[in-house]
DNA sequence: GCAAAAGTGTTAACTATACACCCATGC
DNA sequence: GCATGGGTGTATAGTTAACACTTTTGC
């Protein structure tokens, strides 16, 4: 029953390219590493899989060890293997980004690892091929984000449009419009306003938004059936 | 310097699957295994990733040892990797869907595999997750078509404008007007038409078209930096 | 001549974009 | 009262979508 046995096994890692929003601009948390190889270093917090779960398994519990966080919006987005990227063996290693509502994550966790929130465009020198990993992910994220509203797993309960904007600005790399996008966004029916306002960030005051969770699922779940008004890309 | 012994080594596999588009529907190339297990069942075609290789390089390989086929637009769509997914080892994979032009694969490859085309929705049987695989890559692929002209990886040197809107109708599994879709397709600029017509398929003849390459490929090259004219997804 | 598929022209509805201007507030 | 960011209204350009109609051919 031995069919496999000689085939060469080798270690499965996964990386963890972990988006937070502040509410003003798009950020990583990445980890001094504490251990070795490479221990000091900055890097993504990643791992390997274990016998008993799967590969997007070992990704959230990862995830959770840094953060104390559950549940979280995961995907993978890409596969980083070539024969020599890690000197101290054969490990092939799965990217996964994740998105976090900054607030829920308090530097509650453990000492074992100093983590650090790192503007995008602000990277420290990183190990092995892990800028290369996060390219990869401000991709993935992009590319997702243009036909799926998987960015308001980035938001807190509570959000203004501004903030909104601020969020696909920064996700984009551009600049938009706060009075077209916000009526957009409204005619979707993806966001319910609340009575309060943030007075925080202006005179004004911002109304609050929440997200409406029914409609929210439904758009994140479907399966394209239609080119999204074709693109084919101008 | 072992720093990873005690880690859980696993066997890491590819499995490809392989689209088609003979001109009318779209299909994929499945194998019926020759060797164990599961002998003679229907499967995608798969194997392992070995010591000189990275998973993209093996699931190149792979698909060359099928069809013969090398350059051919391939990319991971998914990873599987349930403890309990294979009864006699631990192994995970990774699925890649492949986009081939079925006029270049000629069944010269092997009598080692018993290769069929199959329609999209005549599937057999399939070993495995085998199923869900395929599943998933529709799903990639019509998420990375609606941003990007993959779906020329699918047609001849040469092809007719009904051609493409049978494809993207088999890919979306939708109904498009073959006029407002010609059209919006001559705008893009990303084909160009030939003196000569397709006869075979009408009395009046189709006019045949190439893809420019060049526009090609800065479309298929371009990073998102707007949300494309931002969905948000109605 | 007629059927069938390819392709053109035209129009109405809808979306995107730009930007003038009003609003609410803190100082 | 005025500067500041939030937000509404509106006009214009551009795109989508629907479909009548013309073209080219095989039979």
Request: glycine share 6%; hydrophobic share 40%.
């Amino acid at each position: 029953m031995d069919f496999y046995k000689n085939e060469p096994s080798l270690l499965l890692a996964v990386d963890c390219i972990i988006f937070g929003f502040n509410g003003e601009s798009l950020e990583i948390l990445l980890i001094k590493r504490g251990f070795e190889p490479e221990r000091n270093k900055w890097s993504l917090m990643g791992g390997f899989v274990q016998p008993d779960e799967n590969p997007q398994q070992a990704a959230s519990r990862i995830l959770k060890k840094l953060t104390g966080l559950e549940d979280v919006y995961m995907e993978d987005c890409g596969i980083f293997g070539d024969p020599d990227r890690e000197k101290y063996g054969r490990v092939v290693s799965i990217a996964h980004f994740a998105l976090i509502d900054t607030h829920q994550y308090q530097h509650i966790i453990s000492e074992e690892f100093e983590a650090r929130w790192f503007p995008l465009k602000e990277e420290p020198q990183l190990i092995f091929d892990h800028p290369q990993m996060i390219e990869k992910a401000k991709q993935k994220l992009r590319m997702k984000a243009a036909l799926y509203p998987i960015l308001f797993e980035l938001l807190p309960e509570k959000f203004t449009i501004p903030q909104i904007v601020a969020l696909y600005e920064g996700v984009y790399d551009t600049e938009l419009d706060t009075r077209n996008f916000s009526r957009k966004l409204l005619s979707s029916e993806l966001i319910i306003k609340l009575k309060e306002k943030d007075k925080e960030n202006s005179k004004k005051g911002a109304f609050y938004f929440r997200l409406n969770k029914d409609i929210y699922k439904e758009k994140i779940m479907s399966f394209l059936s239609y080119l999204p008004s074709w693109s084919l890309n101008g």
